[in-house]
């Protein structure tokens, strides 16, 4: 059973920053693609940033500049660094797993609060 498990969230003013980590178990890490998701309330979940299993990255056009996805093999771990936060960036942000074969799974969500 795979389990990603986020952290790193939380209240913070506009223009600082957070770095969100997923954790995640098993041993197929490394030959996955990571996602980081968010849903803000009313919304659909939006894709935020993808990182593959060769390191290649995307942003969503909105955290473009002001979002960095990376990901440690070693601690089968993918960080999200989010600077330059505005209030339009709070929601709640998950991780995704896409293993190598199509299965995919998701985290429990870390809430992200963007407020003065």
């Known amino acids: 059973q795979v389990q990603l498990v986020e952290s790193g969230g939380g209240l913070v003013q506009p223009g600082g920053s957070l770095r969100l980590s997923c954790a995640a178990s098993?041993?197929?890490?490394?030959?996955?693609?990571m996602q980081w998701y968010r849903q803000a309330p009313g919304k659909q979940r939006e894709l935020v940033a993808g990182?593959?299993?060769?390191?290649?990255?995307n942003y969503a056009d909105s955290v473009k500049g002001r979002f960095t996805i990376s990901r440690d093999n070693a601690k089968n771990t993918v960080y999200l660094q989010m600077n330059s936060l505005k209030p339009e960036d709070t929601a709640v942000y998950y991780c995704?797993?896409?293993?190598?074969?199509?299965?995919?799974?998701w985290g429990q969500g870390t809430q992200v609060t963007v407020s003065s």
């Open positions: 990182i593959t299993s060769g390191f290649n990255t």
């Open positions: 995704r797993q896409i293993r190598f074969g199509g299965n995919d799974y």
């Open positions: 098993g041993n197929m890490f490394s030959f996955s693609h």
